[in-house]
């Protein structure tokens, strides 16, 4: 079992910076890769960032490249994702994932293919 729980969401204005942080805990060497996903009011789960443990390879979603940027520590078990330039657009609860399945181009993006999910931290940009 991973336990994940992430931090650092808030209220900022559009142009801002945040940067959120997921904390692994337990079994994370099971792990095949971690993924960012974001939720809006009335909207589906989408697909932010992946990273691939092995070789940190990471995939961006098009309407986050160039703004966004995940990292890893490793000493920490801990995934950032640093978000720049952000928009009203960007506001979602945001949420990491983990998955130990074997991913490759497009599954990435699916959240179904995850298997452990944190609880969640709020994004809010104003205009």
């Known amino acids: 079992q991973v336990q994940l729980v992430e931090s650092g969401g808030g209220l900022v204005q559009a142009g801002g910076s945040l940067r959120l942080s997921c904390a692994a805990s337990?079994?994370?060497?099971?792990?095949?890769?971690m993924g960012w996903f974001r939720q809006a009011p009335g909207k589906e789960r989408e697909f932010v960032v992946a990273?691939?443990?092995?070789?940190?390879?990471?995939y961006y979603a098009d309407s986050v490249k160039g703004r966004f940027t995940v990292s890893r520590d490793n000493a920490k078990n801990t995934v950032y994702l640093q978000m720049n330039s952000l928009k009203p657009e960007d506001t979602a609860v945001y949420y990491c994932?983990?998955?130990?399945?074997?991913?490759?181009?497009?599954?990435?993006?699916?959240?179904?293919?995850?298997?452990?999910w944190g609880q969640g931290t709020q994004v809010t940009v104003s205009s």
């Open positions: 994932a983990s998955t130990s399945n074997y991913m490759y181009g497009s599954t990435w993006t699916f959240h179904r293919n995850y298997h452990h």
């Open positions: 337990g079994r994370t060497f099971s792990a095949y890769g």
């Open positions: 990273i691939r443990w092995s070789d940190s390879w990471v």
